[in-house]
């Protein structure tokens, strides 16, 4: 015995002349029905797949700046767990804090994406102490990663202050999410 395909009541394995049984079927209703069923089940992920790439197109560069950032943030956490947050030091890693707050300034500003602008924070330093624990930020920082870096991290902030860094277009970002994506699963499977 074996169970129809599309009502799932038990039939037996016939080998007649005709093909519903052999093709799991009780009759030629549920085959019917079956086939109705798939058809409308594929018009549905068509739909729903033409819906994904609309929405995609009118994306502004604010939005795929966010989907990026949420890439990157996710591979400065994986990168930095075991590091602990950089302001407090004691913190277990859930975000990724800047230094240089994104701000309206910043949104779509290369910057806010930067792997030097961006560290591991606990959650309490990077939410509530007084805009990133800034002044922990930054002694963890240069402990971290010694002054040379803090001082190219605050020269680069100055470029693109003054317009000398190219600002980040779609094709960049979704090149940097790829990337990050990439970098994301690397890690993983490291540990």
């Known amino acids: 015995m074996r169970k129809c395909r599309y009502c799932r009541v038990e039939i037996p394995k ?3 002349s005709t093909g519903y049984q052999r093709a799991g079927y009780c009759d030629v209703n549920c085959m019917a ?3 109705h069923a798939k058809a ?12 994904r790439q609309a929405k995609e197109r009118i994306k502004t560069l604010q939005q795929h700046v966010t989907d990026t950032q949420a890439h990157v943030n996710r591979v400065v ?4 767990k075991h590091k602990g947050c950089v302001s407090c030091g004691v913190g277990e ?8 707050h994104k701000g309206s300034k910043y949104r779509t500003s290369p910057l806010t994406l930067d792997r030097r602008n961006l560290v591991g924070q606990c959650r309490s330093c990077n939410s509530f102490k007084g805009g990133g624990n800034q002044h922990g930020y930054r002694l963890g920082y240069i402990a971290r990663y010694g002054s040379e870096a803090f001082d190219e991290l605050c020269a680069y902030k100055e470029s693109v202050d003054r317009g000398e860094v190219p600002r980040m277009t779609v094709e960049g970002c979704k090149a940097m999410a790829k990337a990050a994506r990439e970098e994301l699963k690397r890690i993983r499977l490291a540990l």
């Open 33 to 35: 029905d079956y086939g």
């Open 77 to 80: 956490v994986a990168e930095d």
């Open 40 to 51: 409308l089940a594929k018009k549905e992920k068509d739909r729903r797949a033409e819906n």
């Open 14 to 16: 016939a080998k007649d």
């Open 93 to 100: 890693v859930t975000d990724a804090g800047h230094y240089f």
